[in-house]
């Protein structure tokens, strides 16, 4: 998982959020009492009929997130609402919120629905996009709302998405711990304490009395207090999976690895460790591969409309575009929900949050397909996760992708 996304830090204090322990350690100086209680801002009145929720002390922009919108890492679209407040690593009990500009927009889950914004897109009669918006078609059947009216960053995707993917490293990519034993392996007996031998009954060996081990089971690590782990600690278990050949030029990019859970550190001794699985996407096994968890957040991004089916690329331009170079799972094709990997990364400056208009290459001397759009969730060195935002018809490994 690339270092650039940086590490989220949630912490309470007597009302305030901060979000890294790197910054923001003390409040803005200058209080100012607002009708019964001071803050740092000057909250307006919330617009009539919007959902509004006034902080309490302990609440946190990101538990907020999670109560009204269903998920924490949406927090930047409550800022988003409520940009009185200057910087976001503090919150003042007693200040309005706006959770949602009229209170129809929350359904009864409270959570936000993707919402599409048209902001960015021109109507001019040199604008090829023009001819599309003037009767607010959205390409797909729908209707676009106004494009007058920006809307709120909208999630790519969700955790499980991130946290329960995989991605493409290197072919023999090392890893610092793995799993050595469970707690299973040790609840029936092997070997005679006696004899240091064997213990052999009705049916053969003693042996495991679980193989695919999920959340609650303890595991015994192969690092310990002298390899730098310490109690608390999360780290992510990986299973090597197979090699990934480029569907177009059939260059080896590398092998898919996928993410099996997570694993909290109870104790430590010198040489070994005692975790818990705390959270299980796929079966963790004895041997399982382990590194340090790094979180990331899901990329928010302003949706715009589809590009145009009638205004595709031109052809030249899907020459050295990136490409779709695998599936989750090995799904053959897919559509809208799916995720999927490009053979473009970081080093290509492709970065959390971007979108590309996804493409099949059309017959030599005819245009491209606009076939739909994906999100990058996250990024490799030269590989990246996507979600697949919108699909005209179904999806292949090998079709092309450009930057929107």
Not at 54 to 78: E, H, K, M, R, V
Not at 172 to 191: M, Q, W
Request: hydrophobic share 40%; net charge negative; charged share 20%.
């Amino acid at each position: 998982m690339t270092g650039r996304v940086s590490k989220i830090v949630v912490a309470l204090a007597a009302g305030w959020m901060t979000l890294s322990p790197a910054v923001a350690q003390t409040p803005p100086a200058d209080l100012q009492l607002v009708g019964d209680h001071w803050t740092a801002w000057n909250p307006p009145v919330p617009p009539e009929g919007a959902q509004v929720h006034i902080i309490q002390s302990g609440d946190t922009l990101w538990n907020l997130a999670g109560t009204f919108l269903g998920d924490p890492y949406l927090w930047p679209q409550i800022w988003e609402q409520n940009q009185y407040i200057l910087d976001a690593h503090w919150i003042y009990p007693g200040d309005p919120l706006v959770i949602a500009a009229t209170a129809a927009a929350l359904p009864a889950d409270g959570v936000v629905a993707d919402p599409l914004d048209q902001a960015d897109a021109g109507t001019g009669e040199d604008d090829p996009f023009g001819s599309l918006l003037d009767d607010q078609s959205d390409g797909l059947g729908g209707t676009l709302t106004d494009p007058s009216k920006p809307s709120a960053p909208a999630p790519l995707g969700s955790e499980s998405d991130i946290y329960c993917s995989g991605y493409i490293g290197d072919l023999d990519e090392p890893f610092p711990y793995s799993v050595a034993s469970s707690e299973y392996e040790f609840l029936t007996p092997t070997l005679d304490p006696q004899r240091n031998s064997e213990i052999k009954g009705l049916y053969g060996k003693a042996d495991t009395q679980k193989y695919g081990l999920d959340v609650g089971d303890i595991l015994y690590l192969d690092g310990g207090r002298a390899d730098g782990l310490s109690a608390g600690e999360l780290l992510t278990a990986i299973e090597p999976q197979a090699k990934i050949k480029h569907p177009v030029n059939g260059d080896l990019l590398g092998r898919f690895y996928k993410y099996l859970g997570r694993v909290r550190i109870l104790s430590v001794q010198e040489e070994t460790s005692i975790a818990e699985i705390t959270r299980s996407c796929d079966p963790i096994k004895v041997g399982a591969q382990l590194k340090l968890f790094e979180p990331e957040p899901v990329p928010l991004r302003r949706r715009t409309p589809m590009r145009p089916i009638n205004f595709p690329a031109a052809a030249e331009e899907l020459e050295d575009a990136p490409t779709i170079i695998g599936t989750l799972d090995n799904v053959i094709t897919v559509g809208r929900g799916y995720l999927v990997f490009i053979d473009h990364g970081e080093s290509q400056d492709v970065l959390p949050g971007d979108v590309f208009t996804i493409y099949r290459r059309g017959r030599r001397g005819f245009p491209p397909i606009v076939l739909g759009e994906l999100g990058i969730l996250s990024v490799q060195d030269n590989t990246a996760l996507a979600n697949i935002l919108d699909a005209r018809y179904t999806i292949h490994v090998g079709d092309a992708v450009l930057i929107k």
